[in-house]
T-cell receptor, first 114, second 110 residues
Framework: GAGVSQSPSNKVTEKGKDVELRCDPISGHTALYWYRQSLGQGLEFLIYFQGNSAPDKSGLPSDRFSAERTGGSVSTLTIQRTQQEDSAVYLC????????????FGPGTRLTVL | KNEVEQSPQNLTAQEGEFITINCSYS?????LHWLQQHPGGGIVSLFM???GKKKHGRLIATINIQEKHSSLHITASHPRDSAVYICAVISQGGSEKLVFGKGTKLTVNP
């Protein structure tokens, strides 16, 4: 079956522009996660959804970041007024049922802010 | 000090060698993950464990909750095992979140 998909795979934008990143989880997976990996850095947890709800948004780096999930499926991560320090690979993962259970990762979106 | 520490940071081995990667954490956890990130960037979940030991093929993961320590072992290592291995803990206290180690870069030479 299909795995987790993310779009776009690459995004180059200018500083100050808004970007929207999309994640399609594995069908039936109720939990969805967003992570960020900056160049040469480790993974950073951003937010997770159980169904359409995000129990804790404190992992989002700033109020320029927001995420939503509709219909218990697709999720979008929006970054407003992008800054150069937002450049990173944004990874999405999903898991079946249990929060933070075995996760299946998407290929990531590489965001470059010029 | 990071909540999750991995050692070594880099590891080079010859094909066939037994590999051990260590992970220590300082927070209360409900479980721990071991992940593998391939050179191309793709991430695969290897293990999720909350006690004892798990084995899958040539990979073995152990965890000691009292000592707040986990190890990932690779037996009969192969060049295709070359990757970054990442330890991540599901931290408790307030809301749950996943806290990552910085990873161990493993290179297995033929």
């Amino acid at each position: 079956g299909a795995g987790v998909s993310q779009s776009p795979s690459n995004k180059v934008t200018e500083k100050g522009k808004d970007v929207e990143l999309r994640c399609d989880p594995i069908s039936g997976h109720t939990a969805l996660y967003w992570y960020r990996q900056s160049l040469g850095q480790g993974l950073e947890f951003l937010i997770y959804f159980q169904g359409n709800s995000a129990p804790d948004k404190s992992g989002l780096p700033s109020d320029r970041f927001s995420a939503e999930r509709t219909g218990g499926s697709v999720s979008t991560l929006t970054i407003q007024r992008t800054q150069q320090e937002d450049s990173a690979v944004y990874l999405c993962a999903s898991s079946l049922g249990l929060a933070f259970g075995e996760q299946f990762f998407g290929p990531g979106t590489r965001l470059t802010v010029l | 000090k990071n909540e999750v520490e991995q050692s070594p940071q880099n590891l080079t081995a010859q094909e066939g060698e037994f590999i051990t990667i260590n992970c220590s954490y300082s927070v209360g956890i409900s479980a721990l993950h071991w992940l593998q990130q391939h050179p191309g960037g793709g991430i695969v979940s290897l293990f999720m464990l909350s006690s004892g030991k798990k084995k899958h093929g040539r990979l073995i993961a152990t965890i000691n909750i009292q000592e707040k320590h986990s190890s990932l072992h690779i037996t009969a290592s192969h060049p295709r095992d070359s990757a970054v291995y990442i330890c991540a803990v599901i931290s408790q206290g307030g809301s749950e979140k996943l806290v990552f180690g910085k990873g161990t870069k493993l290179t297995v030479n033929p």
